[in-house]
């Protein structure tokens, strides 16, 4: 499992998102790579950001039951968010093994682009 992890991270690196937009089809990968490489692993950050928050607010105010129902709700909702992105993920996956025959290839995993510093 390790090494498709691996390989897949290294395919994505090989993704460029702008590579010459000339057509319809072109425009559409563009903003389909734009969208799988910096909005889902943005919006997974978010949801895990809430969950933090909500640990925090929860612990910070133990006497202050409002306070830690508000935290209660971050955790939850910020749970609930990280699952759907995982189960629709894994739902897509699915479904393009199924029907799109994509054996042997990698599995797609969000991730921000490296920086070297």
């Given at each position: 499992?390790?090494?498709?992890?691996?390989?897949?991270?290294?395919?994505?690196?090989?993704?460029?998102?702008?590579?010459?937009i000339t057509?319809?089809?072109?425009?559409?990968?563009?903003?389909?790579?734009?969208?799988?490489?910096?909005?889902?692993?943005?919006?997974?950050?978010?949801?895990?950001?809430?969950?933090?928050?909500?640990?925090?607010?929860?612990?910070?105010?133990?006497?202050?039951?409002?306070?830690?129902?508000?935290?209660?709700?971050?955790?939850?909702?910020?749970?609930?968010?990280?699952?759907?992105?995982?189960?629709?993920?894994?739902?897509?996956?699915?479904?393009?093994?199924?029907?799109?025959?994509?054996?042997?290839?990698?599995?797609?995993?969000?991730?921000?682009?490296?920086?070297?510093?």
């Amino acid at each position: 499992m390790f090494i498709h992890l691996a390989e897949a991270a290294d395919t994505l690196t090989q993704i460029t998102c702008g590579a010459g937009i000339t057509n319809l089809t072109n425009l559409i990968n563009f903003f389909t790579c734009t969208l799988m490489n910096a909005v889902v692993p943005l919006l997974g950050a978010l949801a895990v950001v809430g969950f933090i928050y909500g640990i925090i607010k929860y612990f910070l105010n133990p006497d202050n039951e409002e306070k830690r129902k508000e935290g209660k709700n971050f955790m939850f909702w910020g749970l609930v968010t990280l699952f759907v992105m995982v189960s629709i993920w894994g739902i897509v996956s699915l479904f393009s093994n199924s029907f799109l025959g994509n054996e042997g290839k990698p599995l797609f995993l969000p991730t921000l682009p490296e920086t070297k510093l």
